[in-house]
């Protein structure tokens, strides 16, 4: 019998992390059992399952789950050992776990300079594997490996080793034989502290670090019900000794008996009601899924599954079921043409299946996330604008939420192998791919660059967090010291509103769950009650309070200070133009420039003594954007830090004698951004996102309108994108542009219409 030491190091890891690395211990767990059946006498230290063991952010967006490396080496057992296995995991192969890791074997090394170390593959579920050989062994400096499964070659690696003998091989690979799992023991979790990694797991909840497909919260412990997979996908590690060339059993399941015995332990020794399952696809045989339901149900257990199920292999039944034992359904789509989804990625996927199964979500009420890829290699324009338009489709009808990733080649897949082959790589990088998913393409194909699909996500994203309504606008006033050529209110009659009237409309707003307002004109402080209604709305809760105004008033000191401490909490003046006969002739209004640009010294003062935003807004004309360098050299000058550049929209006063050619302002505008943009933040509003190619993040503050409510003097309750939607369309260019699944296109002024632009628009 030899006494093995089995480590579990703690992960430093980018707070992107994709899945579940908190989870990453459990395939220890199971390895140990093996070991332990085997006859040897094995210690487990795992960081996640001490006193302190924590999720604790570092520097640099790092994320260190379990303790301090020191910390960890501090407590490391005393007693020598015959042989260390050190867990290995995607996790740890990151490359600041990964180094971690080797300062970790130079310390056992010296420590116990004749131990062997053995880096041993612990089956932990999903997609979870990058490819590793002898170099990776080399680079952290461990002698020895175990590649795949531990189960079965495990034991005799390290009995091999503690009897002081050399195996042939340095690595040595576990593939899966037998029909079944049912002859394994069940993890050892009698040997890690369970109450100290139910801590653990706790802290992570309360760090809100989680993946969203499933709940850290405690009581809660992982499990495997099948492992492998009958599939395919080009990006998936799953089975990946078989894409090494090895042969062995596809997919295997844990009998009804023995799952019911996995689960009567955790619920009667452990006091677990409810587990994370971490099957690559649990539900690939249906009669398995059925079973595990049943043994839910009759112990009444609750249940998350992280990795995405096969729509098609659903029922309306199941999905029944699972409304009532757990609190999201997770499936997995990838892309929405039948040539990227069964050519291209190889799913063999029934694509009508994922609105059908979002269907039946809606009707019994379980949330349902359902994953989504962009950017495969051959993928055209017009493929990834289907999937874009088609997440966009099943969410807006069923409530789907939608996980946009890009499509990231993981070492050891077939996606992988033909990046490299192809030479596509823009980024060579296959990982540290936690932070890649849903950050960075890596690759790029003929009919699309990197940079274009990773604006593609940003625009869907944005669109995502703007869906629902949470910001109120309202328009407190019509009356103005100012007559703005462009204004959109400025045909209405002069009148302010009715207090009372907007009093409630902000209670009501609020009790909606709206969080954010906007008090606007007109201009709002020639309203008397603006004050009133400022105090209302931060009496009422909102988060956000945000005053516009023309700033003439604040050309008075005491006037910016009171606006500044009224509970606001961001001040935005609008200036139209960088010197006097500019501004005045937007503005129509003598001594409005001195005026205006005094407000805004004082504003910027005033506004960092009480920690209030500031900003400028500037609406573009024929007139002014020829200047928007000189603009911005006046915004410096100032100290502003932040500016909203608009174009004009078709209402109001505005008229298509007052907009700039929006392809020559755009310029102007890039131009600006170039030559202030380290020192300004710039928002461009109300411009198709293409007119801005390689400025595409300063546009997507404009698909925040679909979270706007609007409130007219006259109490008329509009949706703010809704109503910019009348005179906004779509032109030809845009069937073959991805951005438009976001972008509403161009705007047009009833004057401009004719038969040449009803043409032009496709009408």
């Known amino acids: 019998m030899a006494r093995l030491l089995l480590l579990q190091p703690p992960l430093l890891l980018h707070g992107a992390w994709i899945d579940y690395p908190v989870f990453a211990s459990v395939g220890l767990w199971q390895a140990a059992a093996a070991l332990r059946a085997g006859g040897h006498d094995v210690d487990v230290y795992d960081a996640f399952c001490l006193r302190t ?64 170390l053995v880096l041993a593959d612990c089956d932990v579920g999903g997609m979870h594997f990058i490819a590793w050989d002898e170099t990776d062994l080399d680079e952290i400096g461990i002698g020895w490996g175990q590649r795949y499964e531990a189960d079965r070659v495990l034991e005799p690696l390290c009995r091999l080793l503690a009897a002081g003998e050399r195996p042939q091989r340095r690595i040595v690979d576990g593939i899966p034989s037998g029909s079944d799992l049912d002859a394994l023991p069940l ?85 677990i009601d409810r587990v994370v399952v971490l099957d690559e696809l649990v539900n690939v045989n249906p009669r398995h899924f059925d079973n595990l339901l049943d043994a839910l149900e009759a112990r009444n257990m609750r249940a998350d599954f992280p990795n995405g199920m096969r729509a098609d292999r659903l029922t309306e039944s199941q999905v029944e079921r699972l409304a009532r034992c757990s609190n999201l359904l997770s499936i997995s789509a990838e892309a929405a043409t039948e040539r990227v989804a069964n050519e291209v990625i190889g799913k063999r996927f029934d694509l009508e299946a994922t609105v059908r199964v979002a269907r039946w979500c809606k009707t019994h009420g379980l949330p349902l996330v359902v994953h989504w890829m962009i950017g495969q290699p051959s993928e055209t324009r017009a493929e990834i604008k289907t999937t874009l338009e088609t997440a966009w489709q099943v969410f807006e009808e069923t409530g789907a939420r939608p996980l946009l990733q890009f499509a990231t080649p993981i070492k050891g897949t077939a996606l992988h192998e033909e990046v490299t082959r192809r030479g596509l790589w823009t980024n060579r990088e296959d990982r540290d791919i936690g932070p890649l998913f849903q950050g960075a393409p890596v690759f790029e194909d003929c009919d699309w660059t990197a940079r274009e699909l ?92 945000n005053l516009t105004t023309n700033g003439r008033m604040m050309w008075v000191p005491k006037n910016a200070e009171k606006i500044a401490a009224s509970g606001i909490t961001n001040l935005l003046v609008s200036l139209h133009g960088p010197n006097e006969a500019i501004h005045e002739q937007q503005v129509q209004s003598k001594g409005a420039f001195g005026q205006t640009v005094a407000g805004i010294t004082n504003a910027v003062a005033a506004t960092k003594r009480h920690g209030v935003g500031f900003g400028v807004n500037v609406t573009l004309t024929k007139t002014n954007h020829p200047v928007l360098l000189e603009y911005g050299a006046l915004l410096d000058e100032l100290g502003v830090t932040m500016c909203n550049i608009q174009f004009v929209t078709p209402f109001g006063k505005a008229s298509a004698a007052t907009q700039p050619d929006p392809a020559e302002a755009a310029a102007a505008v890039m131009k600006l951004i170039d030559a202030y943009g380290e020192r300004i933040t710039f928002q461009v509003i109300n411009l198709p996102i293409c007119y801005m190619r390689g400025y595409e993040e300063h546009c997507l503050g404009d698909i925040y309108k679909m979270e706007r409510e609007m409130v007219f003097v006259s109490m008329e309750d509009v949706n703010l994108f809704d109503y910019l939607q009348s005179r906004r369309r779509h032109e030809k260019p845009c069937e073959s542009c991805f951005y438009s699944v976001a972008c509403e296109g161009f705007y047009y002024f009833p004057e401009e219409w004719n038969d040449e632009a009803a043409a032009r628009w496709g009408d």
Request: glycine content about 8%; overall charge positive.
């Open 53 to 116: 063991s924590a999720a604790i952010r570092e520097s640099g967006g790092m994320v260190r789950l379990g303790v301090p490396l020191s910390g960890y080496i501090d407590q490391l057992p005393t007693e020598r050992p015959d042989v260390i296995v050190i867990g290995n995991s995607p996790w740890l192969r990151a490359r600041p776990a990964a180094a971690e890791l080797g300062r970790l074997s130079n310390v056992l090394a010296l420590r116990w300079p004749d131990v062997p």
């Open 454 to 545: 990773h604006i593609a996500k940003q625009i869907f994203d944005t669109k995502l967090k703007a869906f629902e309504p949470k910001k109120v606008i309202m328009n407190t006033t019509y009356i103005c010291n100012n007559q703005c050529v462009f204004c959109a209110t400025g045909n209405r009659l002069p009148s302010h509103g009715d207090v009372e009237a907007q009093l409630r409309f902000l209670a009501d707003k609020r009790d909606a769950g709206f969080r954010y307002v906007d008090f606007d004109g007109g201009e709002p402080t020639t309203n008397p009650n603006l004050f009133r209604l400022l105090k209302t709305a931060k009496t009422l809760g909102y988060e956000q309070i």
């Open 187 to 271: 993890p050892a979790y009698d040997l890690v502290d369970f109450d100290a990694w139910q801590r653990f797991l706790g802290r992570v909840a309360a760090a809100g670090l989680s993946e969203e497909t499933y709940d850290p919260r405690p009581p809660l412990a992982a499990i495997k019900t099948s492992r492998g997979c009958v599939y395919r996908c080009n990006f998936c590690t799953s089975n990946a000794w078989a894409r090494a060339g090895h042969e062995g059993r596809d997919y295997r399941l844990v009998g009804t008996e023995r799952l019911g015995e996995h689960l009567d332990l955790l619920a009667e020794r452990y006091g």
